[in-house]
């Protein structure tokens, strides 16, 4: 049993990666050239079924778009405030100044550990 949970975890890091960098695809410019090009050969190629619930899909999936990119953005320039920070102060603890690069499920882990240890 026990040698089973392996493969399992190492397909559950995988997906959980994959998803992380998704979303990460999603904030991209990239990502509204894909939009804007779905909806143009939705109006190309099937004109008579875009109506009022297709035009809200599409609303829909934009904002989407526009509320990652602006998350991402806010996000990225925390990070780079509180790197500074950490680079400042010197005495940071090395773990915590990597945590950036671990998935949010390991994150939320080492938060609740450190608090356990205060």
């Not at 998803?19 to 909806?39: D, E």
Request: glycine content about 4%.
């Amino acid at each position: 049993m026990i040698g089973h949970r392996r493969p399992l975890q190492m397909i559950s890091n995988q997906v959980r990666s994959a998803i992380t960098h998704i979303g990460t695809l999603t904030s991209r410019p990239q990502a509204f050239l894909i939009f804007f090009a779905y909806a143009g050969l939705w109006l190309i190629f099937d004109r008579r079924s875009v109506d009022w619930h297709a035009i809200a899909t599409l609303a829909t999936w934009a904002m989407t778009l526009f509320i990652q990119r602006a998350e991402q953005r806010d996000t990225q320039a925390l990070h780079a405030k509180l790197d500074e920070l950490l680079r400042a102060i010197g005495e940071a603890d090395s773990e915590t100044a990597r945590i950036d690069d671990k998935e949010p499920e390991e994150i939320e882990a080492q938060r609740e550990q450190k608090q356990q240890d205060a």
